[in-house]
């Protein structure tokens, strides 16, 4: 009998009464400081973060191989005969390599390493899939078959109010970064099919990139009801707004509003918005 078990990374954005409720682990990425290091969401919050980027900019780096290892023991005490790990896209960090080499080396379970190929909620939405089709008792192949038309369906953008901080961190071209500071131009940033970021679209300020973002959704809310994921970097209420207007779309079936964690925050600075959606 398999009793399956269920793992992500704290770039998930899952809020913790999603993640309690569909029984996720989450192995907390790290944020590091010149002279401390933090665990991601569990000793540091992205106010934190977002008060000292004036005074210094972290780095962040994936979770420590012995919280994967020591997580999966204690699985493994409970019963666990298999694991998934839904990890944040290859493309934007080492994380899903470092779990690959780490767990090929585990016995007495049998694991599958999954790149999401994406980040936040697009992340958080495949690990809440695959929480859902281990509740409705599939076998861990039928889970692992599954998930990969799962990505498929996961779409996701974000914008910034600057491009500063993805400049500091190698994530965006240098030219994109000085056209958006210099004219207003805010790129519409989303994940290719390797996930990298790559400029989806570009709009002329916020307002205007919201609504691009937006149409991306309008195109499909037709052919059936959509959960739909607003990420935001410390701006719950401009995220609150946005909620209200996709919910005049109709055939929303819900919306998850979640405060990115403090090792994305690094990478886009505070006023970051989402959005991002799958078929349900």
Known sequence: MEKIAL?????????????IKNNIEVIPLNVIYANREYKDGIDITPEEVAKNLDVEIPKTSMPSPSDVLNKIESLKKEGYTHCIIITISSGLSGTYNMFK????????MVVEVFDSKILSLGLGFIVLQAAKLIQQKLSFNEIIDKLYSVREQVKGYFIVDTLEYLKKGGRIGRVTAAIGSLLNIKPIISVDENGKYFTFNKARGKNQALDRMLDE????????????????????????????????????????????????????????????????
């Open 7 to 19: 793992i992500t990374d704290s770039s998930c954005d899952l809020p913790k009464e999603i993640l």
């Open 217 to 280: 959704l309008k195109a499909v809310i037709d052919n059936g009801k959509y959960l739909v994921g607003i990420p935001h970097g410390c701006v719950k209420e401009e995220a609150l707004k946005y909620a209200e207007k996709i919910k005049s779309l109709g055939n929303i079936e819900d919306i998850i509003i979640s405060q990115i964690s403090p090792a994305l925050l690094v990478h886009s600075g505070p006023g970051l918005i989402g959005l991002v959606f799958m078929p349900v």
């Open 101 to 108: 080499m780490i767990t090929s080396e585990i016995q007495d």
